[in-house]
């Protein structure tokens, strides 16, 4: 009997509309499931230097063993392929998701799936129970995302999970969501577009089927030791004193993570009535406030502030919006303070279009402008790097310096590099600044527990942060210099937080619950007298072990996870010429200052700090590519 995985992935052919299955064991030993598994399957199935429109880019579905389990965050998804908003040239990377889809995918008998070939037509993909079927879609192409899921509910029944594209995605805009209503999206890397350009509009998805547990009194026992760590109260939170409602965004998931917000009872700017109610998660909180957030000034750069709107001015209406036009809602933290700063310098208008960007009739038409590629919405859909490669001759310097500022790791927003937004200060930006040197997109964005919250400790009390985490630093990391504020000992830190990234992704947990490096405490005092603050880093292992059967230690999965980083880093080396020379174009924006303490990093400091990296991981110091014994040691045949 098989725990855990239900055993099979499913492999779609549109172009043929063939399906068969691949054992999903051939595979699991070495790279469990999630991002593993669909980095083992791009390995095979993408083909090099291949652009994320063609026919011979996969999509890549993946669940892992945990996925529908009562395993405490474990309702994730992985997306996987050749992300179409990477710049300036297309190459492979990933997205993660949370809501129930992943969960019914597995009680329909897969583990995942792997959509290769492009439909003539639209099309959607029903399975159900072992069968998949591949159906017209002609009467949902056009439809915005909840009118496309209330149409296939009222065709399929309430009880199916659907994963759908709106307009945005139909148009190929390159930072188009993957939308599962109704507030979970996979939507950074832009696989909406891929999905609109193999003319997917939804999956639709139902299971009456269940996952077999190995040991179920153990595997329950330790689901409410790990949520017991993870709950309410923990040092990630106390420190902060706002009141938060507790949002479930996904299958075995009630981790009040404090980032969800409430609205309602809201009267319609763009409309009539009011809206009884709509939570908001993250970013969205951003749209729904009219606090400025992030200026950043440095010399002649200027970021100016990013605003929302308050609920009764629109807000809700425009974060809904996004939504259902199928949109990354980042668009608001890159473009809004470009556009602004064009305003700023007395440039008032781009493609015919006067610019007003906090107006948010203006910015409701510009979502709308750019989800159906009108006017100057048509060129700011292909990403502001790009737009601003069209628009280069109209633009003064100061515009593509900021545009490049925005966006400076391969087309991907700034975000936790301690400069347009994010109180990141050193030790912390120079670790995110090694994790986005050496992988394919924003890496910080699922590194909560592990990073950002150490980062909001750091400046509440450094002193105090550091007299606790040294010894911690010293066990994990080879040195208490690696949690210091300096360049020394970064390498291992940077290294083990993008492991403990991948074994989330894996499994697929919560990087808002995991993993729990500090253990939790009722309040800012008790963690102020508290000698010893270790909590648990062996609870994934524990929670995968009781699971299938299979007895896992931590070690165990810190050496999959490097093997799937260095897979990773193989397929982007051999199939799209990643190479040392494209991991230092990061390097430049650190040399703006930090904006909470102002330190920064030269190039020449920042090609010792990557050799060092580079030697650490095993990889050619001149290259960054993997060594032959590197790969041979981590039983890596490629």
Same mark, same amino acid.
């Given at each position: 009997?098989?725990?855990?995985?239900?055993?099979?992935?499913?492999?779609?052919?549109?172009?043929?509309?063939?399906?068969?299955?691949?054992?999903?064991?051939?595979?699991?030993?070495?790279?469990?499931?999630?991002?593993?598994?669909?980095?083992?399957?791009?390995?095979?199935?993408?083909?090099?230097?291949?652009?994320?429109?063609?026919?011979?880019?996969?999509?890549?579905?993946?669940?892992?063993?945990?996925?529908?389990?009562?395993?405490?965050?474990?309702?994730?998804?992985?997306?996987?392929?050749?992300?179409?908003?990477?710049?300036?040239?297309?190459?492979?990377?990933?997205?993660?998701?949370?809501?129930?889809?992943?969960?019914?995918?597995?009680?329909?008998?897969?583990?995942?799936?792997?959509?290769?070939?492009?439909?003539?037509?639209?099309?959607?993909?029903?399975?159900?129970?072992?069968?998949?079927?591949?159906?017209?879609?002609e009467d949902l192409w056009g439809l915005n995302v909840r009118a496309t899921v209330d149409k296939l509910r009222h065709r399929h029944g309430r009880r199916i999970e659907v994963a759908c594209i709106g307009p945005a995605g139909?148009?190929?805009?390159?930072?188009?969501?993957?939308?599962?209503?109704?507030?979970?999206?996979?939507?950074?890397?832009?696989?909406?577009?891929?999905?609109?350009?193999?003319?997917?509009?939804?999956?639709?998805?139902?299971?009456?089927?269940?996952?077999?547990?190995?040991?179920?009194?153990?595997?329950?026992?330790?689901?409410?030791?790990?949520?017991?760590?993870?709950?309410?109260?923990?040092?990630?939170?106390?420190?902060?004193?706002?009141?938060?409602?507790?949002?479930?965004?996904?299958?075995?998931?009630?981790?009040?993570?404090?980032?969800?917000?409430?609205?309602?009872?809201?009267?319609?700017?763009?409309?009539?009535?009011?809206?009884?109610?709509?939570?908001?998660?993250?970013?969205?909180?951003?749209?729904?406030?009219?606090?400025?957030?992030?200026?950043?000034?440095?010399?002649? *750069?200027?970021?100016? %502030?990013?605003?929302?709107?308050?609920? /009764?001015? !629109?807000?809700?209406? +425009?974060?809904? =919006?996004?939504? $259902?036009?199928?949109?990354?809602?980042?668009?608001? *933290?890159?473009?809004? %303070?470009?556009?602004?700063?064009?305003? /700023?310098? !007395?440039?008032?208008? +781009?493609?015919? =279009?006067?610019? $007003?960007?906090?107006?948010?009739?203006?910015?409701?038409?510009?979502?709308?402008?750019?989800?159906?590629?009108?006017?100057?919405?048509?060129?700011?859909?292909?990403?502001l790097r790009r737009s601003v490669d069209r628009l280069r001759e109209k633009l003064p310097n100061e515009l593509i310096r900021l545009a490049e500022a925005l966006e400076f790791a391969y087309g991907f927003p700034a975000h936790?590099?301690?400069?347009?937004?994010?109180?990141?200060?050193?030790?912390?930006?120079i670790v995110s600044a090694l994790m986005y040197a050496t992988e394919s997109r924003d890496p910080t964005i699922c590194t909560h527990t592990s990073f950002l919250h150490l980062a909001e400790l750091y400046l509440d009390n450094?002193?105090?942060?550091?007299?606790?985490?040294?010894?911690?630093?010293?066990?994990?990391?080879?040195?208490?210099?690696?949690?210091?504020?300096?360049?020394?000992?970064?390498?291992?830190?940077?290294?083990?937080?993008?492991?403990?990234?991948?074994?989330?992704?894996?499994?697929?947990?919560?990087?808002?619950?995991?993993?729990?490096?500090?253990?939790?405490?009722?309040?800012?005092?008790?963690?102020?007298?508290?000698?010893?603050?270790?909590?648990?880093?062996?609870?994934?292992?524990?929670?995968?072990?009781?699971?299938?059967?299979?007895?896992?230690?931590?070690?165990?999965?810190?050496?999959?996870?490097?093997?799937?980083?260095?897979?990773?880093?193989?397929?982007?080396?051999?199939?799209?010429?990643?190479?040392?020379?494209?991991?230092?174009?990061?390097?430049?924006?650190?040399?703006?200052?930090?904006?909470?303490?102002?330190?920064?990093?030269?190039?020449?400091?920042?090609?010792?700090?990557?050799?060092?990296?580079?030697?650490?991981?095993?990889?050619?110091?001149?290259?960054?590519?993997?060594?032959?014994?590197?790969?041979?040691?981590?039983?890596?045949?490629?």
């Amino acid at each position: 009997m098989q725990y855990g995985w239900v055993g099979s992935i499913l492999l779609i052919d549109l172009s043929t509309d063939k399906t068969k299955t691949i054992d999903t064991m051939r595979y699991a030993e070495d790279y469990i499931g999630g991002r593993g598994l669909a980095a083992r399957l791009a390995w095979e199935y993408i083909p090099k230097e291949v652009d994320a429109f063609d026919q011979e880019n996969p999509l890549i579905v993946m669940t892992g063993p945990l996925t529908g389990t009562p395993a405490p965050t474990s309702g994730r998804i992985v997306f996987a392929g050749v992300s179409p908003r990477v710049y300036p040239k297309p190459w492979y990377t990933h997205s993660t998701m949370g809501g129930f889809i992943g969960s019914e995918l597995k009680y329909a008998g897969f583990d995942g799936l792997i959509i290769v070939g492009r439909s003539e037509k639209p099309v959607y993909i029903h399975i159900k129970d072992g069968e998949a079927s591949i159906i017209p879609a002609e009467d949902l192409w056009g439809l915005n995302v909840r009118a496309t899921v209330d149409k296939l509910r009222h065709r399929h029944g309430r009880r199916i999970e659907v994963a759908c594209i709106g307009p945005a995605g139909e148009r190929l805009v390159r930072y188009a969501a993957i939308s599962h209503p109704p507030e979970n999206a996979s939507g950074h890397s832009g696989f909406g577009a891929v999905m609109g350009y193999k003319k997917i509009k939804a999956l639709v998805v139902q299971g009456t089927g269940g996952i077999n547990i190995a040991e179920p009194e153990h595997f329950l026992a330790t689901c409410k030791y790990a949520m017991k760590l993870s709950c309410t109260g923990s040092v990630d939170y106390f420190l902060r004193e706002e009141k938060c409602c507790n949002p479930v965004c996904g299958h075995s998931c009630s981790v009040n993570c404090r980032i969800g917000t409430l609205i309602s009872n809201v009267p319609r700017r763009f409309g009539d009535g009011e809206i009884e109610a709509y939570q908001v998660f993250c970013i969205g909180n951003i749209w729904v406030s009219s606090k400025p957030i992030a200026e950043y000034e440095c010399g002649e *750069l200027r970021v100016p %502030p990013i605003t929302g709107w308050k609920p /009764e001015d !629109g807000g809700v209406e +425009l974060h809904m =919006l996004c939504d $259902d036009l199928g949109l990354d809602l980042w668009v608001l *933290l890159t473009l809004q %303070p470009w556009l602004v700063r064009c305003v /700023e310098i !007395g440039l008032n208008s +781009l493609e015919g =279009l006067n610019l $007003d960007p906090r107006n948010p009739v203006w910015f409701h038409c510009l979502l709308e402008n750019i989800s159906y590629r009108r006017g100057l919405g048509d060129i700011l859909a292909e990403g502001l790097r790009r737009s601003v490669d069209r628009l280069r001759e109209k633009l003064p310097n100061e515009l593509i310096r900021l545009a490049e500022a925005l966006e400076f790791a391969y087309g991907f927003p700034a975000h936790r590099e301690g400069r347009i937004w994010d109180p990141e200060p050193l030790p912390f930006w120079i670790v995110s600044a090694l994790m986005y040197a050496t992988e394919s997109r924003d890496p910080t964005i699922c590194t909560h527990t592990s990073f950002l919250h150490l980062a909001e400790l750091y400046l509440d009390n450094k002193e105090v942060f550091l007299s606790k985490l040294k010894p911690i630093a010293t066990k994990l990391w080879g040195s208490e210099k690696s949690i210091e504020p300096s360049f020394e000992h970064k390498a291992q830190l940077a290294i083990w937080c993008q492991h403990r990234h991948i074994i989330l992704d894996c499994l697929p947990l919560c990087d808002f619950a995991f993993p729990r490096l500090i253990k939790p405490f009722r309040s800012r005092e008790e963690w102020l007298a508290a000698e010893d603050i270790y909590g648990d880093l062996d609870i994934e292992a524990k929670l995968l072990s009781a699971c299938t059967g299979i007895e896992y230690s931590t070690e165990d999965l810190e050496i999959m996870a490097e093997r799937i980083f260095n897979l990773e880093r193989m397929i982007l080396v051999e199939k799209f010429g990643r190479n040392r020379e494209i991991d230092e174009i990061v390097a430049a924006h650190f040399k703006l200052p930090c904006s909470t303490n102002g330190t920064s990093i030269t190039i020449k400091e920042f090609e010792k700090l990557l050799t060092e990296y580079y030697q650490v991981r095993g990889w050619h110091k001149e290259t960054g590519k993997p060594l032959p014994e590197t790969l041979r040691r981590l039983k890596l045949n490629v």
